[in-house]
């Protein structure tokens, strides 16, 4: 055992005679059951292969060591290799069957996700949230979860006296990936409880260690001021069981990260799909071999006094364990294909409009004060919420000014900067969630959410669906958009058709300070992850005709329920008799351009406010098609296959019968990026002087 300056002080030599002999034993008699699961899936390959997964020959020391560390109250990022870790914790063979065999009672996702990816919020075990397979992503959640444990404790809201640890659990070759380093800055920037365990098997699929970095973990790791660290052999259960214990000690005590680089042997192939003798060579597999775990407990256990016979015992009933829980999955139904459409979201508890819109001697507010006030009621009201984002916090309050005063209202635990580590500001929300902290963050420019799409999409957006509903992750993600005068090619640009592309998040943009609070407060309470997008421009209705985006304050109690359209403007009931009107449906910036627009065709032009790009109110445009058989779906991003282009074509699609005119679409030119200048970017973006042009024709049609 191998460990830094802190922890040698105490540290001790251990022998399997200081182990306890249970411990020894159930230890021993699970290395056996993975052991023949694995060779039972070799050598059911036409029945078990028909799904991709890997297996923990050659972990399993280290993986029993750490899963015997956890309690009930800890939380786990396991990889997709720790097998023996699930085991470790009490699941039981046939439940990891069934996942390997995509069944319906897979406990983890009932048959959605590979084997070896668990989702697990069962009394009695510690709790596991969904993670990707993006080999170190999984970092930042789990990072995620030891950040809101630190908040909820520090501000006395955990129950209980327990001290949860988090469990992050990766592979040697995955440590270089950049949101591994984001998750380690921020663990040690705020002293966060949390086990990284580093297994170097020494390769990646067909990579050696020494192809992929110039360090492995540990030495990578001295980097990280305030990472305490500690090599182990993983392969040698003792040694490993000493070493897990000591790291989660010191954590639980310190309640500061450590890293635990454990060596170990890998003995099975990098999955079924690739397997070893592709690969890797006779010598490698040899050397491999002479580091396997299961004959090294087993010498331990003779020297703790365990005869032949009972380990020949003990093994010839994991085998038979082994085949009888085969057979019990192999026999288990298969998923009804009618539930596929399960759990694409957990379920709001915010359904209708509350509270007052203009209530009795209300003052008029601007988008970005109206957004301010709805964050202050959220935090007065909800102790378990925080908000951070790259300079949201001391005294500047964003760069809009947007969080201004909250730092110093709630404190530096409760509204604080962070680094620029968009994928931490994002992914760390799907660990805050899981724990029970309630995240609201913000990205400082859509142009910046780039570097956090990775967890958006593979954390954020997946995990109601392929934990079968049980981790839905709440998570309240700001980002101001849009051009708003010479802010140029990284400060202007719109997202919205990317994110509406990313299935299982919602995705709002307000036009107005009065549907920005209320959208605000349902997205705080939405179970879902919500992208607020806000539009720059609208902020504080300096924009000339943009007046109309500052409103009177709706009361606190204010909210709006997600998925609900708003007419901004009506058509006469004149006009639309006499089949003279339309309907704009747009949202954002295109409600003001609208607005201008139809100035000179008095009474004839609707104006429908998405104010939800996803979930749609999709009802809502049917019904205004419908009465003015015409419209124009208006947006501020590049046309060319654009959400507003989808739904254009959706409406003429589903609302062909009702049309008189086709249904027209515009947006912006179909360039990369928007000019500094302004008039470049005048020329690019859609005005109300073009979209008039847009406007007559369709009319004229």
């Known amino acids: 055992m191998d460990l830094t300056k802190e922890i040698k002080k105490t540290a001790k030599t251990t022998t399997a005679n200081q182990i306890p002999k249970n411990i020894l034993e159930k230890a021993y008699r699970l290395m056996q059951t993975a052991y023949n699961m694995a060779v039972l899936y070799d050598e059911n390959r036409a029945v078990c292969s028909k799904y991709v997964h890997s297996t923990s020959r050659g972990h399993e020391a280290i993986q029993l060591a750490a899963a015997f560390q956890l ?17 470790g914790i009490g699941m039981q063979p046939h439940e990891l069957m069934l996942q390997l065999l995509g069944k319906k009672d897979d406990p983890f996702s009932g048959g959605r996700t590979y084997y070896g990816h668990p989702s697990l919020k069962r009394e009695g075990f510690p709790t596991i949230p969904h993670q990707s397979s993006a080999t170190g992503m999984q970092a930042i959640p789990a990072t995620g979860m030891a950040h ?17 640890v988090v469990l992050c659990s990766l592979g040697d070759g995955s440590v270089t990936e950049g949101e591994v380093s984001e998750a380690m800055q921020m663990a040690v920037l705020h002293k966060l409880p949390i086990v990284y365990l580093i297994q170097d098997n020494d390769w990646g699929i067909s990579a050696t260690g020494s192809e992929m970095r110039a360090m492995d973990a540990f030495e990578f790791a001295a980097g990280f001021k305030g990472m305490e660290r500690m090599r182990i052999d993983g392969s040698d259960f003792v040694n490993s069981y000493e070493g897990m214990k000591q790291a989660f000690q010191y954590v639980r005590e310190k309640r500061a ?66 085949q009888s829980e085969y057979a019990r999955a192999l026999n288990a139904d298969d998923p009804d294909p009618a539930t ?34 709805a964050v202050d009621d959220i935090l007065k009201n909800h102790p378990e919420a925080l908000f951070y984002g790259q300079d949201v916090g001391g005294t500047l309050g964003g ?20 680094p620029i580590q968009e994928a931490y500001i994002v992914g760390s929300t799907a660990g805050m969630s899981a724990v029970g902290a309630k995240p609201i963050v913000e990205i400082q420019f859509a142009d910046y959410i780039w570097p956090g799409i990775n967890q958006l999409v593979e954390e954020l957006s997946k995990s109601c669906y392929l ?53 605000i407060k349902a997205a705080f309470h939405d179970p879902n992850p919500v992208v607020m997008l806000e539009h720059k421009g609208l902020y504080w209705s300096k924009v000339p005709g943009t007046e109309l985006a ?23 009931e004149e006009a639309v008799e006499n089949g003279e009107s339309c309907v704009v449906i747009t949202y954002g910036m295109g409600v003001y351009w609208a607005k201008a627009a139809s100035k000179r065709f008095e009474g004839r032009v609707e104006i429908l406010d998405l104010r939800t790009l996803n979930p ?11 009465r003015h058989n015409k419209a124009m779906v208006l947006t501020e991003e590049p046309l060319l296959n654009s959400f507003a282009e989808s739904l254009a074509g959706r409406i003429s699609q589903h609302c062909f019968q009702e049309l008189d005119a086709p249904v027209m679409a515009y947006g912006a030119e179909n360039l990369p990026a928007i000019a500094l200048n302004v008039d470049l970017e005048k020329a690019m973006l859609p005005t109300p002087e073009k979209v008039e042009a847009q406007l007559e024709k369709l009319l004229n049609y």
Request: charged residues 25%; aromatic residues 8%.
């Open 148 to 164: 809101g444990l630190h908040y909820l404790e520090e501000q006395g809201l955990l129950k209980g006296n327990n001290k949860p």
């Open 257 to 322: 990260p450590i890293l635990v680089h454990a060596k170990t042997p890998l003995l099975g192939h990098h999955t079924s799909g690739v397997r070893k003798e592709w690969y890797r060579g006779d010598h490698d597999l040899d050397i491999h071999q002479k580091s396997d775990p299961i004959p090294k407990l087993r010498k331990s256990l003779k020297a703790a006094g365990y005869k032949e016979t009972d380990l020949v015992k003990l093994e010839d009933e994991a085998r038979a364990f082994v």
């Open 71 to 87: 309690k009930a109250y800890d939380f786990a990022a396991p990889y997709y290799r720790d097998e023996s870790i699930l085991l």
């Open 616 to 626: 749609i109110d999709w009802e809502a445009i049917k019904v205004a098609v419908k």
């Open 340 to 373: 596929v459409l399960d759990h694409e979201f957990a379920p709001t508890p915010i359904t209708e409009e509350k509270g007052q819109r203009k209530p009795r001697g209300a003052e008029k507010v601007v988008m970005v004060d109206a957004a301010l006030h």
């Open 550 to 572: 500052k409103t009177f304050e709706p009361d606190s109690e204010y909210i709006i329920p997600l998925g609900k359209a708003r007419i901004d403007q009506e058509a006469s």
């Open 399 to 418: 760069v809009f000014r947007e969080a201004a005063t909250l730092a110093q209202k709630y404190g530096d635990s409760r509204v604080f900067n962070t």
């Open 467 to 519: 934990s079968k509903g049980q981790f839905p992750i709440q998570s309240l993600i700001r980002v101001p958009i849009g051009a708003y005068g010479g802010g140029g090619p990284y400060h202007s640009g719109s997202v919205e058709s990317t994110l509406l592309n990313i299935r299982g998040i919602k995705v709002v943009y307000p036009s107005n300070a009065a549907d920005m609070k209320g959208l």
